[in-house]
Every structure is written in C-alpha cells, then in structure tokens.
C-alpha cells in the first residue's frame, strides 16, 4: 500500500456572533465549519483527506499549495492560517 501526505494551508475565520468558525482551503476552493476551532480543525483535516481520496483515485489535477506566508500577509482581524495535513492511502 501507498501513501501520499498533502499539506495545505486553511484560512479559518471566527463567527463573532456564535463563537463557530468557517475554514476556507483557497487553493481548492472547498470550505468546512465547526462549532468551534477544533471541531472546524478536524473537518478540515477530513475534507481534506476526503479530496485527496478523491483527487488521487481519479487522477484530478490540483493546484498547488500556497506560501503560507502569503496568506498570513492577507489575513483580516478574525482570520487565522493553518497547515492543515491529509495522509491518503491507495
């Protein structure tokens, strides 16, 4: 069996209003939420894995990761950037 390790960054930007977070991977233009920064962590990492599976299984072209120090550059009051890693087995 092989593996595969992507690592992305994540731009997870807090809900003022109920506490939730919302968690962008702008690189794949795909988004995940949770009622709180670990919850959202832990989607994000399965999205992530769940893409990957995908992407892998069905030879899809992804773009690449981006600097993470660009995205902190861009970052808003409210937003946080994370590397986020998915492991794919095939």
Known sequence: MKRLQF????VFLKNEEDESFQ???TDLNIYT???DMDEAYLNARSL???YFN???KYEV???APS???KLIEKCKPGETVMLI???VEF
């Open 54 to 56: 995908y992407a892998v």
């Open 85 to 87: 890693d998915a492991l």
């Open 67 to 69: 600097k993470i120090e």
């Open 61 to 63: 072209d992804v773009n």
């Open 48 to 50: 992530l894995a769940q």
């Open 23 to 25: 968690v962008f991977f």
């Open 33 to 35: 939420d949770g009622k």
């Open 7 to 10: 690592i992305y960054p994540a």
